[in-house]
């Protein structure tokens, strides 16, 4: 069974903090990676994908990808208690269809 | 903008009814799926469908089928709810076999209780 896995949290930073969100996976082979974020109540929506290794950055978001520790992850700065939500990781696996799987994902708690 | 359209937000049933859920897509991907999530359990797929009348088994099948006439649409059919059915329904999509790019746009979801 192909896994990610996810600190379900919560995790809790001040306004004005970088928050850190790890998560792992099982297949080796995966190529492609993506994080959503989910307020309460609400459905999934993209923030970042990420398929080669190292950083890619987009506004106050950072994605960290280490296939051969086959860990990646989120970094937000200057964090906001907007940002307060559930954060899932996705991969998708090697070979197959367009599937990702996605992880429990992490909540996060902005402090004002 | 995408649009996934989930036919109902809330929805209540009785055990041993048939449930259908339908999920709209106005964006012509070809890849459609429909999960579940619960506290602590995550997304999980149930099914999903890379193009007209195909489908395939995600990972909890059981107890549910699907049906996919028409490219933009996707139905989840509960055959005989149970009250273990009882979840957040989410319906996505998502482009085809192009590169890499897998993002997946999701519906509204449809919060279903089977009493």
């Known amino acids: 069974q192909k896994e990610v896995e996810q600190n379900s949290g919560p995790l809790s930073v001040p306004e004005g903090a970088i928050a850190s969100l790890n998560c792992t996976y099982s297949?080796?082979?995966?190529?492609?990676f993506f994080w959503y974020r989910q307020y309460s109540g609400k459905s999934p929506e993209l923030i970042m994908s990420?398929?080669?290794?190292g950083d890619k950055e987009d506004g106050r978001f950072t994605a960290q990808l280490n296939k051969a520790s086959q860990y990646v992850s989120l970094l937000i700065r200057d964090s906001q208690p907007s940002d307060s939500a559930t954060y899932l990781c996705?991969?998708?696996?090697?070979?197959?269809?367009?599937?990702?799987?996605f992880g429990t994902g992490t909540k996060l708690q902005v402090i004002p | 903008d995408v649009k996934v359209t989930q036919s109902s937000r809330y929805l209540v049933k009785r055990t041993g009814e048939k449930v259908f859920l339908e999920c709209v897509q106005d964006?012509?991907?070809?890849?459609m799926f429909w999960y579940r999530q619960d506290p602590g359990l995550g997304l999980r797929l149930i099914y999903f469908?890379?193009?007209?009348?195909?489908?395939e088994k995600g990972d909890i099948p059981e107890g549910y089928s699907v049906s996919r006439e028409k490219k933009e649409r996707f139905s989840l059919i509960l055959e005989s709810a149970s009250t273990s059915q009882t979840s957040m329904y989410l319906c996505a999509s998502s482009l085809g076999f192009t590169g890499w790019n897998t993002e997946a746009f999701f519906g509204q979801g449809t919060r279903l209780t089977v009493v």
């Open positions: 990420i398929y080669s290794n």
């Open positions: 964006m012509d991907h070809e890849n």
């Open positions: 297949d080796r082979g995966s190529q492609s």
């Open positions: 469908s890379y193009d007209v009348k195909m489908k």
């Open positions: 996705a991969v998708k696996f090697s070979g197959g269809y367009q599937k990702v799987t």
